[in-house]
């Protein structure tokens, strides 16, 4: 091996180092996981409420579905880093916590206010891929904190919502279109989260 390979590798090695040092510490593998588990059952009671829906009251309750999937993501999710932060964070790991926060922040807040402007306007077909897409740049946003396996399922999650925002309401609105994606997805990034800590403790 010459002097340069030897650099190279060097380098490597310090780059990889300091991603696991920037790694946010307060994201739990398993509240990632269960709020998949969420959008798997918020799935199933569309599936039997309205899987399709047609109408006004159909498209209110849609959004009453999805919407209590997310309360209950968002709580189980922050207030596993709540707890985290508490109990365990150092002045280092407040630092990336505010980051994290920050970083998140901007597309949790679109998301939101686009998804009550279009129900306002009956326009739920475009809630999919708003939600997608929103998800999608927070996990991009937040991409130097968080496993490097992340980064391909948000790419999955950006090319989905652009993809739904195209997509006749039949399609974009059915029961397996969020679970899919939040559900599966979801659970795979509390796999990767619990592996990637415990590459970090090992």
Same mark, same amino acid.
């Given at each position: 091996?010459?002097?340069?390979?030897?650099a190279l590798l060097d380098i490597a090695e310090v780059r990889d180092r300091l991603a696991?040092?920037?790694?946010?510490?307060?994201?739990?593998?398993?509240?990632?996981?269960?709020?998949?588990?969420?959008?798997?059952?918020?799935?199933?009671?569309?599936?039997?409420?309205?899987?399709?829906?047609?109408?006004?009251?159909?498209?209110?309750?849609?959004?009453? *579905?999805?919407?209590?999937?997310? &309360?209950? +993501? %968002?709580?189980?999710?922050?207030?596993? #880093? /709540?707890?985290? @932060?508490?109990?365990?964070a150092s002045a280092r790991d407040r630092w990336q916590t505010r980051t994290v926060g920050?970083?998140?922040?901007?597309?949790?807040?679109?998301?939101?206010?686009?998804?009550?402007?279009?129900?306002?306007?009956?326009?739920?077909?475009?809630?999919?891929?708003?939600?997608?897409?929103?998800?999608?740049?927070?996990?991009?946003?937040?991409?130097?904190? *968080?496993?490097?396996?992340?980064? &391909?399922? +948000? %790419?999955?999650?950006?090319?989905?919502? #652009? /993809?739904?925002? @195209?997509?006749?309401?039949?399609?974009?609105?059915?029961?397996?279109?969020?679970?899919?994606?939040?559900?599966?997805?979801?659970?795979?990034?509390?796999?990767?989260?619990?592996?990637?800590?415990?590459?970090?403790?090992?």
């Amino acid at each position: 091996m010459n002097e340069l390979e030897r650099a190279l590798l060097d380098i490597a090695e310090v780059r990889d180092r300091l991603a696991q040092t920037q790694r946010f510490k307060g994201y739990s593998g398993v509240a990632a996981a269960a709020s998949g588990v969420f959008a798997l059952v918020a799935g199933a009671v569309q599936a039997v409420l309205v899987p399709v829906p047609q109408g006004a009251h159909d498209a209110r309750l849609y959004f009453a *579905i999805w919407l209590t999937c997310c &309360a209950a +993501a %968002a709580i189980v999710n922050y207030g596993a #880093i /709540a707890h985290w @932060f508490v109990s365990d964070a150092s002045a280092r790991d407040r630092w990336q916590t505010r980051t994290v926060g920050l970083a998140i922040l901007p597309a949790l807040v679109l998301g939101a206010a686009l998804s009550f402007a279009l129900l306002a306007h009956d326009h739920v077909s475009d809630l999919p891929g708003i939600w997608y897409g929103c998800y999608g740049v927070g996990l991009f946003a937040s991409r130097t904190l *968080i496993p490097r396996g992340v980064a &391909a399922i +948000a %790419a999955g999650f950006l090319a989905a919502g #652009i /993809a739904l925002m @195209f997509a006749p309401p039949a399609i974009a609105l059915a029961w397996w279109v969020l679970p899919l994606g939040f559900g599966l997805g979801q659970i795979a990034i509390g796999a990767l989260v619990l592996r990637d800590r415990a590459e970090v403790d090992a």
